[in-house]
Structures are given as structure tokens and as C-alpha cells.
């Protein structure tokens, strides 16, 4: 069925694939926003949700931080944020709740604020209070604007002068990605086309992604890919603390499992994190799935990681169409967020 263009062309009715076939574009925006540190900067927290948290996930792996860094996934902040706490607001939506919450929350802490959001209460109130604020692009699904946010973020820390280089390095990575990307594309056949074939022994399936520490947002971002454009339940966590708990739950039954199994291993791991790899397929066989490996291509981390980001999503569209489901809407998120505002 995957190599049925119509059969694809009726089910993406929207062209999410062509959407993740440019992604690359989306590193070489230019964010056009004013922001400069009003005073020291000890720490840093990332306020988002889902797809706006990516890019913080992301640096924690590339580029990493100087200072303590959290990622904020909740209605409260921590209780050491304050003057000296960069608080970043992130909301495509820009009406994200646990976000305007949090945002709120900073505010009274007189936290040093920078906002990203296509619009929504969130660009507004950012505008009446005079933080700097970056517009994203709107008009395309959320979880398919990463670059952009790892766009921004990028920018975002040389304006605060935490950090440098970071945007000539993702205009390098953007002409890689633009690269490798055509190999996914829906007119290349599953006989040479990857993700059509890591779709097919998902289908069907409950998927469970596993990635070591620099790869670990390439791990949940293919959670939250195959949830949102599948349709289809999936789970993610991360190795060595799989092996310290996780792995004793695969060894019992029943011994035919309904997973697919997915490991994300770099040659860039620790290589004791790549041993650990090796050794869990080896003792678990025959009580869970056989993992279906990927490795991201690629010289440098960050190559992996856009990479990774990437084959996620064409492999979740994929299983979409095998599922029958046109990729795009999430009609049930908007119905749960009418609900819980009744």
C-alpha cells in the first residue's frame, strides 16, 4: 500500500509529508526579536508542553548547558526561579494553559522572560508586558514546527549570551538534513525506503523506543510522533536507567508481546551505553521482540539528532496511512481541551 501514491495521496489529505520534507527549510528562518540579559543569569527554565518542549529535550543533548537548566512541564515553576532565572515561555499555540500559568508564576518571581509562539494569549500578554517575544510561522500542526523552536532556541541563547556558533551550526546540519530526507519520500519504494519499512513492523503494534542520552529526544519525539500522526500508543525511555528496572518487566509474561521495539543507537553514545545496548537484545531474547535498530546518520551530534527527528516522523506517517488514518488532525486533543474548559 505504501507505494500506492493515490492510496497515499487520499489518506494525507493534508500533505503531512510534504510538510516534514521541508522541515530543513525551518532552520534557516530568521527570528527578528530584541533580547538581552538584564542581569547575571544562574539558571534557566523552559516552560512548554508536548512539542514545545522538544527543543529544550534537544539542548540538553546538543548544544548542553553551562548553567542548570529544567524543563518546566507543569502549571508551577520551581521555587528557586528568580531574578537571575532566564524563563523561557514556549507555546506554538500560544494558549497553552500549564504554560500561561507558568509564565504568570515567573512574572511574580520578576524572572528574566523571553516568549516563542505563533500567537495566542501568549504573544499577547507578551507584548503588553514588553517581553521579547519570537513569532513562529502559524498554519501547520505543532508537532511538526521542532526546527523552528530549535531555531529559536538557538538564537535565543546567543542573544542572552549563553552561548555561541549555535545558528551556523544548524545552517550546516539544515543543508545535511535537506540531504537525506529525499530517501523517505512517499514515490521512493519500501524496497530502499527505510521508513516504509520500519512501518510495516510496527503496524499493528504498541511501540516502545529506547534511545541513550544524547539520543533521547529523537527517542520521545518518536513517541510523540507515532501518538499524534499514527494514532497508535507508544511509550519511550532511555538507556542505562532502562537497565536498572525496565528491563526486569520484559522478562516475564506473556511471552508473546504486542510491541515493536525500537532502538536508537548512536556510534556517538558512551560506549558503555552502546555496550548496554548490545547486551539487553542478547539477554532478553526471546522474551521481548526483537529490536528493530536505527541508526542516525551523520559526523557530528547534531546531524544525528536532526537525523533521528526526521525518520521519526516519516515513519509515523507512514504507519498513519497503514492504520488508515489521515495523519494530521487531533481532533480528540481539541475536543479534550473544549471539555476542560466548560
Not at 523506543?209 to 533521547?216: E, F, R
Not at 528496572?245 to 504486542?258: A, F, L, V
Not at 529490536?291 to 551530534?301: F, R
Given at each position: 500500500m505504501l507505494d500506492d501514491l493515490k492510496f497515499i495521496h487520499d489518506k494525507d489529505s493534508q500533505d503531512a509529508l510534504g510538510v516534514v520534507e521541508k522541515q530543513w527549510q525551518q532552520l534557516e528562518h530568521e527570528f527578528e526579536f530584541e533580547a538581552a540579559p538584564k542581569g547575571p543569569i544562574d539558571n534557566v527554565v523552559w516552560g512548554g508542553m508536548g512539542g514545545s518542549a522538544i527543543p529544550a529535550q534537544l539542548s540538553l543533548s546538543w548544544p548542553g548547558h553551562d548553567k542548570p537548566f529544567e524543563i518546566c512541564r507543569n502549571y508551577d515553576i520551581p521555587r528557586y526561579v528568580g531574578p537571575n532565572t532566564l524563563f523561557v515561555a514556549s507555546s506554538y499555540s500560544g494558549?497553552?494553559?500549564?504554560?500561561?500559568?507558568?509564565?504568570?508564576?515567573?512574572?511574580?518571581?520578576?524572572?528574566?522572560?523571553?516568549?516563542?509562539?505563533?500567537?495566542?494569549?501568549?504573544?499577547?500578554?507578551?507584548?503588553?508586558?514588553g517581553h521579547p517575544l519570537a513569532v513562529i510561522p502559524g498554519g501547520i500542526q505543532p508537532r511538526m514546527t521542532t526546527l523552528y523552536f530549535i531555531k529559536f532556541m538557538a538564537t535565543m541563547f546567543e542573544k542572552m549570551g549563553l552561548a555561541t556558533g549555535l545558528r551556523d551550526q544548524l545552517t550546516a546540519a539544515s543543508a545535511v538534513l535537506k540531504d537525506v530526507t529525499p530517501a523517505w519520500r512517499a514515490d521512493v519504494p519500501t524496497a530502499q525506503n527505510p521508513a516504509k519499512q520500519l512501518a510495516q513492523e510496527l503496524m499493528g503494534k504498541s511501540v516502545v523506543?529506547?534511545?541513550?542520552?544524547?539520543?533521547?529526544p529523537v527517542a520521545n519525539k518518536f513517541k510523540i510522533a507515532m501518538n499524534e500522526n499514527a494514532k497508535n500508543i507508544a511509550w519511550w525511555n532511555q538507556l542505562p536507567e532502562f537497565s536498572h528496572?525496565?528491563?526486569?518487566?520484559?522478562?516475564?509474561?506473556?511471552?508473546?508481546?504486542?510491541?515493536?521495539?525500537?532502538?536508537?543507537?548512536s556510534n556517538l553514545e558512551h560506549e558503555r551505553v552502546q555496550k548496554r545496548f548490545v547486551v539487553t537484545e542478547r539477554l532478553l531474547s526471546g522474551m521481548r521482540p526483537a529490536?528493530?535498530?536505527?541508526?542516525?546518520?551523520?559526523?557530528?551530534?547534531?546531524?544525528?539528532?536532526?537525523?533521528?527527528?526526521?525518520?521519526?516522523?516519516?515513519?509515523?506517517?507512514?504507519?498513519?496511512?497503514?492504520?488508515?488514518?489521515d495523519p494530521t488532525p487531533v481532533d480528540l486533543v481539541e475536543k479534550f481541551k473544549a471539555e476542560l474548559n466548560k
Open positions: 494558549n497553552t494553559e500549564e504554560t500561561l500559568s507558568a509564565l504568570s508564576q515567573a512574572e511574580e518571581k520578576d524572572a528574566q522572560i523571553v516568549v516563542v509562539a505563533a500567537g495566542g494569549k501568549l504573544a499577547d500578554r507578551a507584548r503588553e508586558a523506543a529506547y534511545g541513550g542520552p544524547k539520543m533521547m528496572n525496565e528491563m526486569i518487566g520484559w522478562s516475564s509474561h506473556p511471552t508473546d508481546k504486542p510491541y515493536g521495539v525500537v532502538d536508537i543507537r529490536p528493530h535498530v536505527v541508526e542516525p546518520k551523520g559526523e557530528t551530534l547534531l546531524d544525528q539528532l536532526l537525523w533521528g527527528l526526521a525518520f521519526c516522523d516519516f515513519t509515523s506517517l507512514y504507519v498513519a496511512m497503514l492504520n488508515g488514518i
